[in-house]
């Protein structure tokens, strides 16, 4: 019997009761406390990285497009490799692959920290990205595999907590870093972290491989997907970038991609042992689950790239003082996390779900609002409303994509939550950083002219109008006053808000479509079937 016909319908029952822990190896506790030290580790890289970035861009010289790489050649590796490593993870076991995740990841951390130029930046980024890929869906897998079905919950909560705790301390960690030390060392902190989950996954950690678990691998499959993804990722970043979402390239490389994921459906349907077996999907809650961590993170990663340029640009906030006035995002996450987790275990995911995409979309809609002057009191009140709104939906959708898969595919269920992340994360950073450039040059030169400014704008404005950072040298300029400089600084600032704001109410929008996604979500069939809350 194939591996599809099995799993005609998914899941096909209740998981296993976990084998009782002996001693350290296997316990639960201790192995969500090692994971949770390897997440921590990539929770950290994201929100230090996105302290860094004005710094980067300055040391470096590096555009626009150069610090959005940054971010997207991450996410590009990720988006390809996630689903592939998760499929490594259930067939060698995920501990192997979550420690090699680890050393790789804080290996490649340090090799960033020593590079010289941007080129070199982007590419270890890449590298950084293969290596997350293999740790993150090994880290879920290990907790599927450890926990209980009715304490899941409750361990993915905190696992929610341990990220919103992390992103909590990267902006200060990273603000002291870079303000104190150098923008490196922001990359260098992740060979100690990278140490200490290294020794102590070794110790704690047990290998699980269910009994049908793969062995062997879909080869083709692998192929036909990760250029499916390659192509699509790669074919939304350049469409924002400088192609545009009319250019022959953008439609070559997005329409390569639909025809490459038919070709990889038609193939799974004949492999003998799929990559991803398609009946998955005919969990409409894992399927609606996968969706809604593709709509949430196009609205939170995408609209949090402009945030550390808003702080530090338009409000002249060292990066310390810009990760203080971050923390009501990430702490209420670290607040909010394990209740979620106690909410979705008593309720069932989708009332929780609903009502965190509401509070995001709200949050978005606020943070469109802001401007100039806007006072820290007010940003706070949208930062915590929208860490408020994230907590349920990380700690919810990942149960629901996760417990209703069967247990020797919850390596290709995390990697299936792991890849929606990062492809929206893809696309809200491709997209509304297209929406953002389009309104700064839609803009810019008007704003010039209503100022009062003579003549056209000089060369590289406009582009610090994207950033909100006005060039130091433009003080030095020959005729320069220092009134013509803060009326500069003023139509810089005030484009730049103008393009942030849009690009938040795009956000918003998304955040709305992705509530009602949530009503589609319910509780892990396997949950159900341990007993694990209410159905329904």
């Not at 929770?43 to 626009?64: R, Y």
């Not at 997209?431 to 704003?447: D, K, Q, T, Y």
Request: proline fraction near 5%; charged fraction near 10%; aromatic fraction near 8%.
């Amino acid at each position: 019997m194939t591996a599809q016909t099995t799993l005609d319908k998914v899941p096909p029952g209740p998981d296993p009761v976990p084998e009782k822990a002996k001693g350290l190896r296997g316990h639960p506790w201790l192995t969500l406390f090692a994971v949770a030290i390897g997440v921590m580790m990539v929770a950290l890289d994201g929100t230090i990285v996105a302290i860094a970035n004005p710094a980067i861009q300055k040391d470096l010289g590096a555009s626009l497009a150069d610090v959005q790489w940054i971010t997207n050649g991450y996410l590009l590796a990720l988006a390809v490799a996630l689903i592939t490593a998760g499929k490594l993870g259930d067939r060698f076991g995920h501990r192997q692959t979550f420690l090699i995740g680890i050393a790789g990841f804080a290996a490649s951390s340090a090799a960033i920290g020593f590079s010289k130029e941007i080129g070199l930046v982007i590419a270890f980024r890449v590298l950084q990205g293969l290596f997350g890929a293999l740790l993150m869906p090994a880290a879920l897998g290990l907790l599927r595999a450890t926990f209980p079905a009715e304490k899941l919950n409750m361990a993915i909560g905190i696992w929610g907590m341990v990220i919103g705790a992390s992103t909590a301390g990267g902006p200060i960690v990273g603000g002291l870093l870079v303000e104190h030390v150098s923008w490196q060392s922001v990359f260098f902190i992740n060979v100690p972290v990278g140490v200490l989950a290294l020794a102590f996954g070794l110790v704690v950690l047990r290998d699980h491989r269910a009994q049908n678990a793969p062995r062997s691998f879909d080869i083709p499959g692998i192929v036909l997907l990760s250029a499916a993804m390659g192509s699509l990722v790669y074919g939304l970043i350049k469409a924002g970038e400088s192609w545009g979402w009319g250019g022959a390239n953008t439609w070559l490389c997005v329409g390569g991609s639909v025809v490459l994921f038919v070709v990889f459906a038609v193939w799974e349907t004949k492999a003998k042992e799929p990559l991803i077996p398609l009946a998955m999907f005919r969990s409409v809650p894992l399927s609606a689950g996968v969706v809604l961590m593709v709509l949430m993170a196009f609205a939170f990663m995408g609209g949090l790239f402009f945030v550390t340029f808003y702080l530090q640009g338009v409000h002249g906030l060292s990066p310390v003082d810009s990760g203080l006035h971050l923390l009501p995002l990430t702490g209420m996450m670290i607040v909010a996390s394990p209740l979620a987790g106690a909410l979705i275990t008593k309720f069932g995911p989708r009332v929780p779900l609903v009502g965190g995409m509401v509070c995001t979309a709200v949050a978005m809609f606020g943070m469109s609002q802001l401007d100039v002057g806007t006072g820290t009191l007010t940003m706070s009140l949208w930062f915590g409303l929208l860490g408020l709104g994230l907590a349920p939906v990380m700690v919810g959708a990942t149960e629901v994509i996760v417990g209703n898969a069967p247990l020797e595919l919850s390596g290709v269920a995390g990697g299936l939550q792991q890849a929606g992340m990062q492809v929206g994360g893809a696309l809200g950073t491709a997209v509304l950083g297209a929406v953002m450039s389009s309104r700064v040059g839609a803009e810019f030169g008007g704003n010039w002219k209503d100022a009062g400014l003579p003549g056209t704008p000089p060369a590289g404005l406009e582009q610090a109008a994207e950033f909100g950072m006005v060039p130091a040298e433009a003080a030095k300029a020959p005729g320069m006053t220092p009134e013509g400089f803060k009326v500069i600084t003023t139509v810089i600032h005030d484009t730049f808000v103008s393009g942030m704001g849009f690009a938040f109410t795009i956000a918003g929008g998304v955040a709305v479509v992705a509530a009602l996604v949530a009503f589609l979500t319910k509780r892990g069939a396997n949950a159900d079937a341990a007993g694990g809350g209410v159905h329904i």
